[in-house]
T-cell receptor, first 117, second 113 residues
Framework: AQSVAQPEDQVNVAEGNPLTVKCTYS??????LFWYVQYPNRGLQFLLK??????LVKGSYGFEAEFNKSQTSFHLKKPSALVSDSALYFC???????????????FGTGTLLAVQP | GAGVSQTPSNKVTEKGKYVELRCDPI?????LYWYRQSLGQGPEFLIY????????DSGLPNDRFFAVRPEGSVSTLKIQRTERGDSAVYLC???????????FGPGTRLLVL
């Protein structure tokens, strides 16, 4: 079965420092990977996705993610964190069946990012 | 343009009651999804519509849960004989046909007492 793991429940970083939120995946076939952000009492907002092509994907709000096939990872990064980046971040992968990628997203358990001023 | 909207934003009901949750997708999006997010967890897939038909309902937990999308736009998730374990945030998402990105609404927070 396809899955994603977010090994850190919480990441703390000082404003202005680089941040990394980790995600590893387990899929059969080529993965379709996503990052979403969730602010309190709001739905998920799409940040970026990897389908194919360049391993470094750039997304919204200055975030980027690096797809690493050998390490089965898709870590989210930002060069300089802002206090306003504090939120819950979810990694997700499209489920696969015998027919290929389905339309079902499988989410990790989320990582709370706390940026201190 | 307008995003995905969901009503109500909060719903409190008693065990055993029937509830309906509504989702209005982004205009022109033919695909619609329902997910459920329990406290401290990531969203879990419930059902996916392509147009009016349910293309994948493998995530519905049992036959108390049902969803419809009669005109291929608005969808309603229906829960019969609610149980306390049904308490969660119910998220709806939509996407354009042939694209991978799902856009989520703000969710309906359901509390079953």
């Amino acid at each position: 079965a396809q899955s994603v793991a977010q090994p850190e429940d919480q990441v703390n970083v000082a404003e202005g420092n680089p941040l990394t939120v980790k995600c590893t995946y387990s899929v059969s076939g080529n993965p379709y990977l996503f990052w979403y952000v969730q602010y309190p009492n709001r739905g998920l907002q799409f940040l970026l996705k990897y389908i194919t092509g360049d391993n470094l994907v750039k997304g919204s709000y200055g975030f980027e993610a690096e797809f690493n096939k050998s390490q089965t990872s898709f870590h989210l990064k930002k060069p300089s964190a802002l206090v306003s980046d504090s939120a819950l971040y979810f990694c997700a992968v499209r489920d696969m069946n015998y027919g290929g990628a389905t339309n079902k997203l499988i989410f990790g358990t989320g990582t709370l990012l706390a940026v201190q001023p | 343009g307008a995003g995905v909207s969901q009503t109500p934003s909060n719903k409190v009901t008693e065990k055993g009651k029937y509830v309906e949750l509504r989702c209005d997708p982004i205009s022109g999006h033919t695909a619609l999804y329902w997910y459920r997010q329990s406290l401290g967890q990531g969203p879990e897939f419930l059902i996916y519509f392509q147009g009016t038909g349910a293309a994948d309902d493998s995530g519905l937990p049992n036959d108390r849960f049902f969803a419809v999308r009669p005109e291929g736009s608005v969808s309603t998730l229906k829960i019969q004989r609610t149980e306390r374990g049904d308490s969660a945030v119910y998220l709806c998402a939509s996407s354009l046909l042939g694209t991978e990105t799902q856009y989520f609404g703000p969710g309906t927070r359901l509390l079953v007492l």
